[in-house]
C-alpha cells in the first residue's frame, strides 16, 4: 500500500523514519504538497536489485549471441516481430 505524508505536518520527524524500517507500506513524502521523494521497504530494494541483475545477465547473454550478426539484419527481423506483434493486439 502506498501512502502519502506531509513532512510539514510530521511533528515527530525522527519517529516517523525510525518506523519506516519497520512497516512494509510504501510512503509518497510531500512538502508542500509536492511529492518529494517515494520510500520503499528495504526487502523491495533487494527484489528490485536482483530482479535487474537477472535482466542485465538476459541482455549480456544476447549480446553475445548478436554479436555476429550485422546491425541490419537485427533492425529488419526486429521490425518484423514488432508488426507481428502489433497485428496480435
Same mark, same amino acid.
Request: hydrophobic share 35%; aromatic share 6%.
Given at each position: 500500500? *502506498?501512502?502519502? /505524508?506531509?513532512?510539514?505536518? !510530521?511533528? =515527530?520527524? @525522527? ?21 518529494? *521523494?517515494?520510500? /520503499?521497504?528495504?526487502?523491495? !530494494?533487494? =527484489?528490485? @536489485? ?5 535482466l ?34
Open positions: 500500500m *502506498i501512502k502519502r /505524508v506531509s513532512l510539514d505536518k !510530521v511533528d =515527530e520527524k @525522527k519517529y516517523f523514519f525510525k518506523k519506516l524500517r519497520t512497516e512494509k507500506d510504501q510512503y509518497i513524502l510531500e512538502i508542500g504538497g509536492k511529492p518529494l *521523494i517515494r520510500v /520503499v521497504p528495504p526487502w523491495q !530494494v533487494t =527484489e528490485i @536489485k536482483q530482479r535487474n541483475d537477472e542485465l545477465s538476459m541482455l549480456k547473454e544476447i549480446w553475445s549471441k548478436t554479436r555476429t550478426i550485422p546491425g541490419k539484419r537485427i533492425e529488419k527481423e526486429g521490425g518484423e516481430v514488432v508488426r507481428a506483434a502489433r497485428k496480435r493486439i
